[in-house]
């Protein structure tokens, strides 16, 4: 099919042009377009032009936007904080088993989804969480200590309660305000994001303290509507081309993690590390002071969900 009779799909991600993300999505859509006659073109918006991820979740449920690469806001659906459950995995390991289109919690992910007119196709693995501040805190790697620290956190649950029992005062502001937030010292740091993101904000950040709160995965998903206008044929290649996209990240992802770190050292930041007995104890008290909380909001499918995952591990 030529161009002329092709459907025009707004494509968007977090990261600027010529980031990881941005050229495995360019892949992803060039392989789509190839083995179906370009029948439908891709407009690739990089860098949040389309909005901050929670506004453009509403904007692919609304069908205003067909694709986005990213995480997920839990504005509408608290339910999805199960994607980011604070120390659910503790390597890259486990993270490839637990965040993958076959495990127990990309199924309950994506039936949350569909409720929101939303198609969940896959995932794009990025990195473990850390925490990058402007100062150094008072001894970082003991949970009980209070930082007297103001830190953003994403306006997500699971962060602001993860961030408060590492002893920091949690913000939460979206990514969109925390490097305005950081240049007036409104906040002394932020958690959320990891070493990749972080190198972005160059010299603001004085410290990284690779605490591994999270796993961050982004979730590549679709207009419900459009999905079911495709045909069977080319919902196989959707739903194939983002696992090889997925399983060929993972097996560049951990390295590139290091490079982030070591770039962020280069740019003058001090890495802060942790040891073993230090993030042990960090997992144990998220486990112990925040999973009851969520379990308690969230109800029985966090329960069953986190359950299944530690059956598996």
Do not use: C
Not at 149 to 154: A, G, Y
Not at 192 to 203: F, I, K, P, R, S
């Amino acid at each position: 099919m030529g161009a002329e009779g092709s459907k025009r799909w707004k494509v968007g991600h977090l990261r600027q042009s010529g980031s990881a993300i941005d050229k495995d999505l360019h892949q992803l859509i060039e392989k789509i377009g190839t083995e179906t006659e370009n029948r439908i073109l891709f407009d690739v918006y990089p860098g949040n032009r389309l909005g901050d991820y929670s506004v453009v979740q509403e904007r692919v449920s609304f069908g205003e936007v067909e694709i986005y690469v990213g995480p997920l806001s839990t504005s509408i659906d608290k339910r999805l904080i199960l994607a980011t459950t604070p120390y659910l995995v503790n390597n890259w390991s486990e993270a490839k088993k637990v965040y993958s289109q076959d495990s127990e919690l990309f199924k309950t992910i994506a039936g949350f989804l569909e409720e929101q007119n939303i198609k969940l196709l896959g995932g794009w693995p990025v990195y473990f969480g850390g925490i990058a501040l402007t100062e150094e805190p008072l001894q970082p790697g003991n949970a009980d200590v209070t930082k007297k620290m103001i830190i953003r956190v994403p306006p997500i649950r699971s962060f602001e309660l993860t961030a408060r029992h590492l002893g920091y005062t949690p913000y939460p502001i979206t990514w969109t305000y925390a490097k305005m937030g950081l240049k007036t010292g409104m906040v002394a740091g932020m958690i959320g994001g990891g070493a990749e993101g972080y190198a972005g904000l160059g010299e603001l950040v004085k410290y990284y303290i690779p605490v591994k709160d999270h796993f961050e995965y982004w979730f590549v998903y679709m207009n419900l509507d459009a999905w079911k206008d495709l045909s069977k044929t080319e919902q196989d290649l959707f739903i194939t081309s983002t696992r090889d996209m997925e399983q060929n990240r993972y097996l560049v992802a951990e390295a590139q993690e290091n490079e982030s770190i070591q770039l962020l050292r280069k740019q003058g930041t001090t890495i802060i590390e942790l040891n073993e007995d230090e993030l042990a104890a960090m997992r144990e008290k998220i486990q112990r002071k925040v999973w009851p909380v969520l379990e308690n909001e969230l109800g029985p499918v966090f329960t069953k969900t986190v359950s299944e995952i530690h059956v598996s591990q």
